[in-house]
């Protein structure tokens, strides 16, 4: 796959070279208290088993390929076949990065790559107190569809013995094998040049 240029920062599919530092990224986040219920990251082996390995793709300096700035993934809602189509969304960037639009380019490109997996809905859990990451999902076309409360207790952080809410924010995607307007679109064009007659060569 080819790394997509954004601005001052390339987005390129995950190696797993670049763990440690995805690693050490996301547990900055959980740092804040306010990103997961998590204390601590996965190891790689479990990392790329619960995540849907296509959609996990970080953002890296253009003059560093190794350089890991921020990463987004999906992984499956629930385990049940028929709602395979469901993800639920991970984004983090590094502290450094932020200012960037790193994070809204890593969503757009996960929302992309969903789209081309046929995915019809992506879930993101986002506690109420991370207005940032609601605000960035928001940006996007999420919409607020619920609270479900008392869903754990903290365990560590500023919050530590806290009973939290989780808001959960949905973006739906075109249904797969229904035709998008600009789908529509497209083939119509398409169709009139086909069916407009060749003009004759004069002789």
Known sequence: MVAMSNRDFTIRPIRPEDYPQVREIYESGLGTGHASYETEGPTWAKFATNKIIETVFVAVEPDDDEKVLGWVAAAQASTRSVFHGVVEDSIYTHEDARGRG????????????????????????????????????????????????????????????????????ELLLPKPGKKTAADATSEADTKEVAETPAEADAE
């Open 102 to 169: 790193v994070s809204g380019a890593l969503l757009d490109k996960l929302i992309q790559t969903c789209k081309d997996l046929n995915k019809w809905a992506i879930h993101s859990w986002i506690f109420p107190e991370n207005e940032g990451s609601a605000g960035l999902h928001v940006s996007r076309g999420f919409v607020k569809v619920g609270t479900y409360h008392q869903m754990a207790k903290m365990t560590y952080g500023e919050l530590a013995g806290t009973w939290r809410d989780t808001d959960i924010y």
